[in-house]
Nanobody, 125 residues
Framework: VQLVESGGGSVQAGGSLRLSCVAS????????MGWFRQAPGKEREFVAA????????LYADSVKGRFTISRDNAKNMEYLQMNSLLPEDTAVYYC???????????????????WGQGTQVTVSS
């Protein structure tokens, strides 16, 4: 499984960015997908996840109402639209694929078996 993120960058507080992740080497539509982030000196934390069908989504409280996760199973793509960005959103963002197909739990690091290389998001005040 290979996951490749893109779309990170630097933005001022209040701005927006859209992250993308392209997946290969798996039956994409069978796996939940997620986004995590890791700031310097902190543990990797859950941001958002979406079920294999796209019908269900889950968000961390810190991003709820500002971030939107989506997927396009026909293109093997996952997205994270980030609006109203805050300086505390600054981190490396990772795309992740669930460890098991058609799984029902996808909010913790152990629920995910494959990871991208990460893309930096920097939000200045």
């Amino acid at each position: 499984v290979q996951l490749v993120e893109s779309g990170g960058g630097s933005v001022q507080a209040g701005g927006s960015l859209r992250l993308s992740c392209v997946a290969s080497g798996l039956t994409f539509g069978s796996y939940a997908m997620g986004w995590f982030r890791q700031a310097p000196g902190k543990e990797r934390e859950f941001v958002a996840a979406i079920s294999w069908s796209g019908a269900n989504t889950l968000y961390a409280d810190s991003v709820k109402g500002r971030f939107t996760i989506s997927r396009d199973n026909a293109k093997n793509m996952e997205y994270l639209q980030m609006n109203s960005l805050l300086p505390e959103d600054t981190a490396v963002y990772y795309c992740a694929c669930a460890a098991n197909p058609y799984g029902s739990t996808w909010s913790k690091v152990p629920d995910f078996g494959s990871w991208g290389q990460g893309t930096q998001v920097t939000v200045s005040s």
